[in-house]
Structure formats: C-alpha cells, structure tokens
C-alpha cells in the first residue's frame, strides 16, 4: 500500500489543503492519505491555536465521503510538541511489507527541514513529496535546503529527481494555483464575512455553530 501523511495544524482546514491532497493522491497512486492534525506544531509553540478537538473535528468532517481520506489522531493523542520524526517512526512501526509512505509536505516548509528535530533520521524512512508554492516557479526542493541536507542525496537523471541512499525519494510536483491560507479565513470570521468557497460547507457550519475566530482579525499560520 502507498501511504501519504499529510500533517499541519488545519485551523481550520480548507479547500487549499483538500484539493492538494487529491492532485497528491492522484498523481502518485496513493491508495490511502492521513490527514494529522498537530498537537502543538514546533514551529508555532507560543502561538494560540483553536482547541486539538475542534480542529480534529473540522478535519473529519472535511474528508468525509472521500475514500482515499482518512484522519489520524497520532500528534494530538501523544500530547506535547508534535515533532515529525515520532510521528514518521510510529507509521514506520505499522506498515506492513510492501508498503511505502510519503510524507506531504510544501516547498516552504521543506526548505527548513534541516532545522527540524533529528531531520537526517526521516529521510530513510519515507519517502517526500514536495508542493509548490502558489504564484512560485520554483521546481528544485532542495534549493535553499543547505548543505546538511544536500550532501544526502543524489539526482537522478533518469527518473529525475532526487534519491537518498537508503532507496527515497524527493518528488516535486506543481499543484493547482490556489492561494487560500488558515489564516485569511480565521480573519474573514473574524470580521463577519462570509468564508463560503473556502472551505467545505460542513467546516463553516461547524466554525459558526461553535464560535471559533469570533475574536480574531487574522495573523497566524497557514
């Protein structure tokens, strides 16, 4: 089976995420995608986000009807700051023979990897696949990644692109142009407009019944 992890703080989901993923799934043959809402991102610690179990839940509702969707509650269940490398190694744990995981992850995001905790560790483990970035031109992942990630892999002039030494890859792919951020929509509720086409129907049925971004006027993660 091909896995895709796809992991983020979803506050809330949107369109932007659930149509990347699909244009993901397709083109790579992903037979199943996890959507990981995050505990505490590491790159976020300090910033106030919308309760673990209100965004699980947007979640859920998102990918509903969706059979190639599902939703993994790995980062909120283990508490504390949701490092990739736990998560990676507990999918790792799980998979079975024959599989194989793709971790989803954008260009902007990627080209911090090497801050990330134990970063050279989640390369043997799974596979990338890198997302462009809406309105970029930019085709290399590892541009701007530095020397520490570099050095780990090779191109590969047939299959074009790049492979470590353990067997993954880094794929790149250009998805659909859509600009839409978390927190243009969190800033939208905040001032009482309408957030219709963002996000799914059933997501803004759930922010308004719940009140969540009454009090915001934007700023924030994406």
């Avoid at 492979?163 to 993954?168: D, M, N, P, V």
């Avoid at 939208?188 to 407009?193: D, E, I, S, T």
């Avoid at 957030?195 to 049925?205: E, G, H, T």
Wanted: charged share 25%; hydrophobic share 40%.
């Amino acid at each position: 089976m091909r896995i895709g992890l796809f992991g983020g703080t979803f506050d809330p989901i949107h369109w932007g995420h659930l149509r990347s993923a699909e244009e993901v799934g397709e083109t790579f043959s992903l037979d199943r995608i996890f959507f990981i809402p995050a505990a505490i991102p590491p790159h976020k610690r300090g910033q106030t986000a919308t309760p673990a179990r209100d965004r699980l839940q947007m979640v859920r509702l998102a990918v509903a009807g969706n059979p190639r969707f599902s939703v993994s509650t790995v980062e909120i269940a283990r508490t504390g700051v949701s490092y990739s490398i736990d998560t990676i190694r507990e999918f790792a744990a799980q998979k079975r023979r024959g599989d194989a995981l793709f971790f989803i992850i954008g260009l902007d995001a990627f080209r911090e990897i090497g801050s990330w905790k134990n970063f050279a560790e989640l390369f043997p483990l799974c596979n990338f696949i890198v997302t462009s970035r809406p309105g970029s031109k930019e085709r290399d992942p590892l541009r701007g990644t530095g020397v520490a990630v570099k050095r780990l892999f090779c191109y590969d002039l047939k299959q074009k692109n790049y492979r470590h030494r353990s067997g993954t890859r880094i794929y790149f792919i250009e998805l659909t142009d859509i600009a839409i951020s978390a927190s243009e929509v969190r800033e939208l509720v905040g001032k009482r407009k309408s957030i219709r086409y963002l996000v799914p129907s059933s997501v803004a049925k759930y922010i308004k019944r719940r009140g969540l971004y009454r009090g915001l006027r934007g700023s924030g993660s994406r």
